[in-house]
C-alpha cells in the first residue's frame, strides 16, 4: 500500500525557514511526478510546487524565488525547501504523487500524506 509522511514542519518567524519532507513507501518517487500543496484555514488546498520524473520543476508565483522542490532518489523523499517565510505562507504542507498532463500542468492523484503544520508567526 502506497504510503507518504510529510514531516519538518513547525513554528518559524517571518524571515526564517523550514524544510519539509515526504517519505514515500510502496512507490518510487523518481519514477512519478510529486507536488506539495498547502491548507490555510478556511482557504482551498492549493498547488505550491512540483517535480517532474525528469528533475524539471514549476512553482507557484507566490513562492518562487523562496521555495525550492527536490529530490532524494536513493532515500525516496521529496523535499520542499522553504525560506523568506511569511505570515501568508503559515498552512498544513500535503505531498502527493499525481501525474502532468500534456499541456504540462500538475494534476493530483489519490495518494497523500497526512500533512504538516507549518506556521509563521513573530
Known amino acids: ?16 525557514s523550514l524544510r519539509l519532507s515526504c517519505a514515500a513507501s510502496e512507490i518510487a518517487l523518481r519514477t512519478n511526478p510529486v507536488a506539495w500543496y498547502r491548507q490555510a484555514p478556511g482557504k482551498q ?18 513562492v518562487k524565488g523562496r521555495f525550492t522542490i527536490s529530490r532524494d532518489n536513493a ?24 501525474y502532468i498532463t500534456g499541456s504540462g500542468s ?5 495518494y497523500w500524506g497526512q500533512g504538516t503544520q507549518a506556521t509563521v508567526s513573530s
Not at 500538475?106 to 489519490?110: H, L, N, T, V
Open 1 to 16: 500500500q502506497v504510503r507518504l509522511v510529510e514531516s519538518g514542519g513547525g513554528l518559524v518567524q517571518p524571515g526564517g
Open 75 to 98: 532515500k525516496n523523499i521529496v523535499y520542499l525547501q522553504m525560506n523568506s517565510l511569511k505570515l501568508e505562507d503559515t498552512a498544513v504542507y500535503y505531498c502527493n504523487v499525481g
Open 45 to 62: 488546498r492549493e498547488l505550491v510546487a512540483f517535480i517532474s520524473k525528469g528533475g524539471s520543476t514549476n512553482y507557484a508565483d507566490s
Open 106 to 110: 500538475y494534476r493530483a492523484d489519490d
